[in-house]
């Protein structure tokens, strides 16, 4: 069966990464038909509209989508783009790869944010000249959503049994109540077990000591900032692939944005978007591939060729073909 | 003239942290009346209220007021506690110490995190069985206030010259966005040079580079998460001082809690909670004191005694002695 996968560079050294995760793919020889899509700042100058309904539409209708970044109009492009596949869960891992000088090189995380709601729920006001309001929303339908995702995702695993639940509910009661409410309630049913932790409490301990913890499940603030935090740990962001899953579709992107210090050189650090390209191959079912993939990756980073934000001097070309070359 | 000094325990090791400070105050021999209330976990218990009027009272009418930490209460005694001093401003310094093994010890960083509104403004409802919302609070007014004490504090320090706007705008445009804009104009009607920086972005380079930053300006729960995250980088919660400023009253904590596990037997770090006392005789114009303090216990950190944390052996007292020794 043909996968019909939506590509979207959008802007700066997106329109370096994807091609070279579309090299990756291609030389896998699977039935993929790749189909573009516009985003992103140049999009927005030339037509008004940083993410058109076209581009919408042909992620909404894919079986996948690569994304790549987006620069000024990040948010404008990857809020609507997550909806468009209906993603409740962004999978976030955060690993600490050999060879990669990390902060933390013991760190090796997975976190699973919410991935509609919170303070993204887009309702804010200007109810004076002095003051403005955002309504953040919790549901409790979207928090067992994550929950039933959460519990699947470590029973299915070799590598995980339990996971940590992070929020700050001692101060926002009712809403991260529900959602610690809910999401440990169905951990309960489905026989998973959970710990509990203070998103404060949670920044302190995984530089302290990363390796406490596992998979996180947390709200979506909480989701973003700390594996962005964790993105530090294991040495930048140029290596973390995340995955937006929704019930019949998925949304694939490097953690990273644009680089615009470095776009356009052809220098940019391709893995993040490799191994998005991975979950995305993972998540359409072809286990052994992702595996494949993930693998020659891991063995670059070890032993080079290595772009210069990991302290080389190869070029995105190099770096790919290597990778390539593993597998 | 006497400065009234209202002394709150709280549980746990508040109980040690605080009389050890005391000491370090007392060896000063300053005109200082310290007056005692009560407030957390042991109360309630007793009297069904975390934070009794008469300790709110206390906090309200004193010159400052020097807090341990409170357990599972902590949000109700704190919360009021701030707003009994009308703290508009939480510092809180995060220094990396010569002696401390720190995963960053390039790190020497201060926020200043509003400390009224964002989502600890307290207002949630439940608004039916599957959804419950909270009302973000942002204005332009506490905003600016915080903006001029950060342009003061820059001013007026030999150390700082300008300060980050740490901030999630991109996606809490209209009340991160007012924050932004207000704390921004003050700031270019003062002359102060800024930068922006998202919550998130700053979350992973602050870890890869912390020397990058100084002094960060933020809001509330973004000063909460991202100064936790600053006391990992130095090595844990039990160094960390800080000061809730008001314009006529101010209160003084570390920013650890109870440590449940050490507390009773008396082998707590001192340090942030005598750091917190040295913060607030600079508060009170004793800035030669201040300095006095916190270059004893910078050699003690240096020199040892060292507590179990810091990996030394010594208990609460002997690190208290060796402090009010070098004074
Ligand atoms: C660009 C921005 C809206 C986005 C977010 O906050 O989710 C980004 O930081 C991310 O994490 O993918
Ligand atoms: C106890 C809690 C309410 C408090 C906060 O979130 O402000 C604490 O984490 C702190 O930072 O002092």
């Known amino acids: 069966m043909s996968e019909r996968i939506a590509v979207i560079e959008g802007d700066g050294i997106g329109q370096e990464v994807i091609p070279a995760a579309i090299d990756v793919l291609e030389s896998l020889d699977l039935d993929f038909e790749f189909v573009e899509g516009e985003a992103g700042d140049a999009v927005k100058e030339a037509t008004g509209e940083a993410l058109p309904q076209s581009t919408y539409d042909l992620a909404a209708d894919a079986d996948a989508t690569l994304f790549g970044a987006a620069g000024e109009t990040a948010a404008d492009v990857i809020l609507p783009l997550r909806d468009a596949v209906d993603s409740f869960v962004n999978i976030r891992p955060a690993k600490a790869y050999p060879g990669v000088d990390a902060v933390r090189p013991e760190t090796d995380l997975v976190f699973l944010r919410e991935n509609t709601e919170g303070v993204y729920s887009g309702h804010e006001d200007d109810l004076s000249d002095d003051l403005s309001t955002l309504t953040r929303v919790v549901t409790t339908s979207a928090s067992e959503k994550l929950a039933h995702f959460a519990c699947d995702y470590v029973e299915d695993s070799d590598d995980h049994d339990d996971f940590s639940v992070v929020h700050k509910a001692n101060v926002m009661r009712k809403t ?34 990363p390796e406490q913890f596992d998979v996180i499940v947390c709200p979506n603030l909480a989701g973003d900032v700390l594996s962005d935090l964790a993105a530090g740990l294991v040495g930048g962001l140029g290596l973390l692939p995340s995955a937006n899953i929704g019930d019949d579709n998925a949304l694939f992107e490097p953690v990273h ?48 060729p290595r772009t210069g934000d990991l302290g080389g001097d190869a070029d995105t070309d190099e770096v790919t073909a290597a990778i390539v070359d593993r597998l």
């Open 257 to 304: 944005g644009t680089a615009p210090d470095i776009a356009g050189q052809g220098i940019a650090n391709p893995t993040a978007t490799i191994l998005s390209a991975a979950l995305m191959l993972d998540h359409l079912g072809y286990t052994e591939e992702a595996d494949r993939v993930e693998t020659a990756v891991e063995s670059v980073l070890a032993e080079g």
């Open 176 to 209: 991260d109540g529900r959602f610690r409410d809910a999401v440990v309630g169905v951990a309960e049913e489905q026989g998973v077990d959970t710990d509990e932790v203070l998103m404060d409490a949670f920044a302190t301990h995984v530089c302290l000591d």
